[in-house]
């Protein structure tokens, strides 16, 4: 897959770039399917590899991760019971996700609200809403390359105060689609039947699930959690 990818992007101004910038930059452009699927599954193929271990440390190491995904699903066998479930249902190739869907239209007191989730992306897909959003201030039809560039050299950089388009919170509100929320993937398994046919069977599908999960390295897990999701429940005074 990284091959291809480096062939595809050979002697372009991205061939350097990361998988998943490429995946994102041409998320959008149809003429270039053939570069985000193989730029977007070599992201998710090595998100896939780096979420598990032959010597993996166990979540019970990891008390604050472990409570933060209890708060959400109830109970570890319950989160287990979920995401495997989920990939076993699965009708076709993909990946399952554990996410942490961070909130942006609620900023609050300055403290970031989330929650955990588990998402599904089918084929190549990327579970990253930037991916499906492009920001065009400007119309091409009836503008060019320089009122483009004075357009976007117009542009305030003062990100003082808590809201507005271009404070901190209206940037990064902006590269989401409309109702997007900042998805922050921490774990994810490969339902690609190549993955798992040649080693468990035509019906062995649920059995490598189950041999996955308990390969999980819960440090790679932790070390992509994002802090807010890791720290204690804090309650507001209405």
Not at 36 to 50: G, I, P, V
Not at 76 to 92: E, K, P, V
Not at 127 to 136: F, I, K, L, S, V
Request: net charge neutral; charged share 20%; glycine share 8%.
């Amino acid at each position: 897959m990284v091959q291809k990818l480096n062939e595809l992007t050979a002697g372009e101004p991205y061939e350097n770039a990361q998988s998943k910038a490429i995946a994102l930059q041409f998320a959008r452009d149809p003429m270039a399917a053939s570069l985000f699927n193989h730029a977007s599954m070599s992201h998710n193929n090595a998100f896939f590899f780096q979420g598990f271990s032959t010597s993996p440390l166990q979540l019970e190491k990891m008390p604050s991760l472990k409570q933060s995904l209890v708060n959400t699903f109830g109970s570890i066998d319950t989160l287990r019971a979920t995401m495997l479930d989920t990939a076993s249902a699965m009708f076709g190739p993909g990946f399952v996700w554990l996410i942490w869907a961070r909130d942006l239209d609620n900023p609050g007191s300055g403290m970031r609200k989330g929650a955990w989730r588990i998402l599904t992306t089918y084929l190549a897909g990327t579970p990253y809403p930037e991916a499906g959003y492009r920001q065009q201030g400007l119309d091409a039809n009836t503008q060019n390359a320089g009122s483009y560039n004075d357009y976007m050299g117009q542009q305030p950089v003062n990100s003082v105060g808590a809201f507005g388009a271009f404070s901190r919170q209206g940037r990064e509100q902006a590269k989401l689609p409309p109702g997007g929320t900042n998805v922050m993937p921490v774990l994810c398994v490969n339902t690609w039947e190549h993955v798992w046919l040649r080693d468990y069977g035509m019906n062995g599908k649920r059995r490598f699930l189950h041999d996955w999960w308990e390969a999980v390295d819960w440090s790679e897990v932790e070390n992509k959690t994002p802090m807010e999701a890791k720290e204690p429940l804090r309650f507001e005074r209405a």
